[in-house]
Protein backbone atom coordinates (compact mmCIF):
# COMPACT_ATOMS: atom_id res chain seq x y z
CA UNK A 1 0.00 0.00 0.00
CA UNK A 2 3.24 2.13 0.59
CA UNK A 3 4.32 1.79 -2.63
CA UNK A 4 1.25 3.11 -4.30
CA UNK A 5 1.43 5.88 -1.93
CA UNK A 6 4.60 7.11 -3.37
CA UNK A 7 4.17 6.45 -7.01
CA UNK A 8 0.69 8.85 -6.56
CA UNK A 9 3.08 11.30 -5.01
CA UNK A 10 5.44 11.39 -7.44
CA UNK A 11 3.08 11.38 -10.13
CA UNK A 12 1.25 14.56 -8.39
CA UNK A 13 4.73 15.95 -8.30
CA UNK A 14 5.46 15.53 -12.01
CA UNK A 15 2.08 16.54 -12.77
CA UNK A 16 2.14 19.95 -11.12
CA UNK A 17 5.70 20.33 -12.70
CA UNK A 18 5.06 19.59 -16.40
CA UNK A 19 1.82 22.43 -16.02
CA UNK A 20 4.20 24.71 -14.43
CA UNK A 21 7.29 24.49 -17.10
CA UNK A 22 4.59 24.13 -19.77
CA UNK A 23 2.56 27.16 -18.84
CA UNK A 24 6.20 29.23 -18.34
CA UNK A 25 7.07 28.44 -21.55
CA UNK A 26 3.95 29.21 -23.56
CA UNK A 27 3.78 32.76 -21.59
CA UNK A 28 6.92 33.48 -22.78
CA UNK A 29 7.14 32.78 -26.39
CA UNK A 30 3.43 32.24 -27.01
CA UNK A 31 0.94 29.04 -27.98
CA UNK A 32 1.20 29.27 -31.43
CA UNK A 33 3.25 26.04 -31.33
CA UNK A 34 2.64 24.12 -27.96
CA UNK A 35 6.73 24.75 -27.58
CA UNK A 36 5.79 24.45 -23.97
CA UNK A 37 4.98 20.77 -24.51
CA UNK A 38 7.65 20.28 -26.21
CA UNK A 39 9.85 21.77 -23.41
CA UNK A 40 8.27 19.47 -21.21
CA UNK A 41 8.80 16.06 -23.14
CA UNK A 42 12.30 16.71 -23.80
CA UNK A 43 13.21 17.78 -20.36
CA UNK A 44 11.25 15.29 -19.04
CA UNK A 45 12.65 12.81 -21.45
CA UNK A 46 16.07 13.59 -20.52
CA UNK A 47 15.86 13.95 -16.87
CA UNK A 48 14.27 10.38 -16.04
CA UNK A 49 17.35 8.59 -18.67
CA UNK A 50 19.79 10.69 -17.09
CA UNK A 51 18.82 9.69 -13.40
CA UNK A 52 17.75 6.13 -14.48
CA UNK A 53 21.35 5.68 -15.89
CA UNK A 54 22.88 7.40 -12.31
CA UNK A 55 20.80 4.65 -10.28
CA UNK A 56 21.78 1.90 -12.60
CA UNK A 57 22.95 -1.03 -10.83
CA UNK A 58 25.71 -0.91 -13.08
CA UNK A 59 25.71 2.39 -12.43
CA UNK A 60 27.62 5.57 -10.32
CA UNK A 61 25.09 5.32 -7.29
CA UNK A 62 23.68 2.25 -6.07
CA UNK A 63 20.12 2.37 -4.45
CA UNK A 64 17.86 0.23 -3.23
CA UNK A 65 15.32 -1.93 -5.33
CA UNK A 66 12.09 -0.02 -4.27
CA UNK A 67 13.88 3.44 -5.25
CA UNK A 68 15.17 1.83 -8.71
CA UNK A 69 11.37 0.53 -8.87
CA UNK A 70 9.84 4.12 -8.61
CA UNK A 71 11.88 5.19 -11.01
CA UNK A 72 11.67 2.90 -13.47
CA UNK A 73 7.67 3.60 -13.51
CA UNK A 74 8.39 7.08 -14.63
CA UNK A 75 8.84 6.00 -18.38
CA UNK A 76 7.61 7.21 -21.41
CA UNK A 77 3.91 6.99 -21.40
CA UNK A 78 3.00 7.46 -25.15
CA UNK A 79 5.73 7.08 -27.36
CA UNK A 80 4.16 7.72 -31.53
CA UNK A 81 6.34 6.31 -33.95
CA UNK A 82 6.60 4.27 -37.30
CA UNK A 83 9.61 2.57 -36.19
CA UNK A 84 8.52 -1.09 -35.80
CA UNK A 85 12.57 -1.66 -34.06
CA UNK A 86 12.00 0.88 -31.73
CA UNK A 87 8.18 0.21 -31.05
CA UNK A 88 9.21 -3.59 -30.60
CA UNK A 89 12.48 -2.66 -28.12
CA UNK A 90 10.43 -0.12 -26.03
CA UNK A 91 6.43 -0.54 -25.92
CA UNK A 92 4.59 -3.63 -24.89
CA UNK A 93 1.28 -2.63 -26.02
CA UNK A 94 0.15 -0.89 -29.06
CA UNK A 95 -2.55 1.21 -30.44
CA UNK A 96 -3.24 1.74 -33.88
CA UNK A 97 -5.57 4.66 -35.11
CA UNK A 98 -6.27 4.88 -38.65
CA UNK A 99 -8.06 8.37 -40.01
CA UNK A 100 -8.64 9.06 -36.16
CA UNK A 101 -10.47 5.90 -35.52
CA UNK A 102 -9.06 3.32 -33.45
CA UNK A 103 -8.60 -0.03 -34.77
CA UNK A 104 -6.21 -2.48 -32.59
CA UNK A 105 -5.15 -2.28 -29.22
CA UNK A 106 -3.43 -4.44 -27.28
CA UNK A 107 -0.10 -6.94 -27.89
CA UNK A 108 2.72 -5.52 -29.33
CA UNK A 109 3.62 -8.16 -31.71
CA UNK A 110 0.21 -7.99 -33.14
CA UNK A 111 0.00 -4.72 -33.33
CA UNK A 112 2.61 -4.50 -35.27
CA UNK A 113 1.91 -7.27 -37.77
CA UNK A 114 -1.67 -5.16 -38.20
CA UNK A 115 0.37 -2.18 -38.81
CA UNK A 116 2.76 -3.52 -41.29
CA UNK A 117 -0.28 -5.05 -42.87
CA UNK A 118 -2.81 -1.76 -43.01
CA UNK A 119 0.46 0.62 -44.19
CA UNK A 120 1.00 -2.05 -46.72
CA UNK A 121 -2.04 -2.55 -47.99
CA UNK A 122 -3.48 -0.53 -51.27
CA UNK A 123 -5.67 2.80 -49.54
Excluded at 30 to 49: A, D, M, R, Y
Excluded at 70 to 76: E, G, H, P, V, W
Excluded at 90 to 115: H, P, S, W
Aim: proline share 4%.
Amino acid sequence: MLTYLWIMFGGALGTGARFWASGFVADRIGETFPLGTLFVNVTGSFIIGFVAALTDPAGPFLVAPRVRQFISRAKIILLASHSIELCRAMCTKALILNKGTQVFFGDIEEGLDRYVHLRDSPA
